[in-house]
Every structure is written in C-alpha cells, then in structure tokens.
C-alpha cells in the first residue's frame, strides 16, 4: 500500500476585528466585535484580546475566548485603558490587532446622604436664599 499524505495549508485570518465598547462602569469595561467575514476567517476562528492601563506597556489581562465579547471586572476607577482583540485560527496563527481602543473607567459611585440633620440643614439654607432673594427683590422694587 502505498502511503498518501496530504497537506493543508491553513492561512492566518487576514482582517482586523471591529471593536465596539459595550459598557463603562466604576470598575469594568464590557466590548464586543464583530465576527470576521468568511473570507476573512480562514477556518476556525477564536480571539485573543488584551488589555492594558494606558502608558503601560504590561498587559493586565490576557486571554483567548470564542465568543464576541468580553467583560472585564475588578478594574481601577477613573484609569484609562487600552484594549484590542485579534483572531488567531486553529493552529495559533495571529492576524492583526484591531486599533486600539481607549476607554476610561467611571470615577467612584454617586451616594445619596440619608442624614435626617443634612437633609433639614439643607432645606433651612434653600429657604434662608428665597428669603434673601425675595428681600433684595423688594428693596430693588
């Protein structure tokens, strides 16, 4: 019997993925691409994304996935960061990073103050300042 080899050959997908952000939050970013054209793939296709606080030049998270988006948690608040994604085919080839994205996450959370002295004390200053108001009103008339 005479032995048949056969050899494919599997190309590097040849387009960059287009970024979209999802979501800001205090401490996570969500984004999400779009699935590469067929022509584009070359095979089966996952992304390898990555991010980074900018001017960093260490990635803090990095990793493949399957699926067309990702969310990012336990961030810093208020810091800007750099992600991208790229597709990488079946036998690890790596095609071209999409352009970076620039995102910063949102400062610390609102709070209500639920003090019922604050609250009074507040509402006595806006009825001292219609008070004023209201005197200079009538000296000027």
């Not at 004390?121 to 200079?136: M, N, P, Q, S």
Request: aromatic share 14%.
């Amino acid at each position: 019997m005479i032995p048949i080899h056969v050899y494919v050959s599997v190309i590097v997908p040849s387009a960059q993925p287009v970024v979209q952000v999802q979501s800001v939050e205090s401490t996570a970013l969500e984004f999400s691409w779009y699935a590469l054209p067929c022509r584009n793939r070359n095979g089966d296709i996952r992304y390898r994304y990555q991010l980074k606080p900018s001017g960093s030049s260490s990635f803090i998270r990095s990793d493949v996935t399957d699926q067309l988006s990702v969310r990012l948690q336990d961030l810093m608040t208020n810091t800007a960061y750099e992600f991208q994604v790229a597709a990488i085919n079946s036998v690890g080839q790596l095609g071209p990073f999409s352009t970076v994205e620039v995102v910063r996450t949102r400062g610390t959370k609102s709070f209500t103050v639920k003090h019922p002295f604050f609250i009074v004390t507040c509402y006595f200053y806006i009825f001292l300042y219609d008070i004023v108001k209201i005197g200079f009103q009538t000296l000027l008339d």
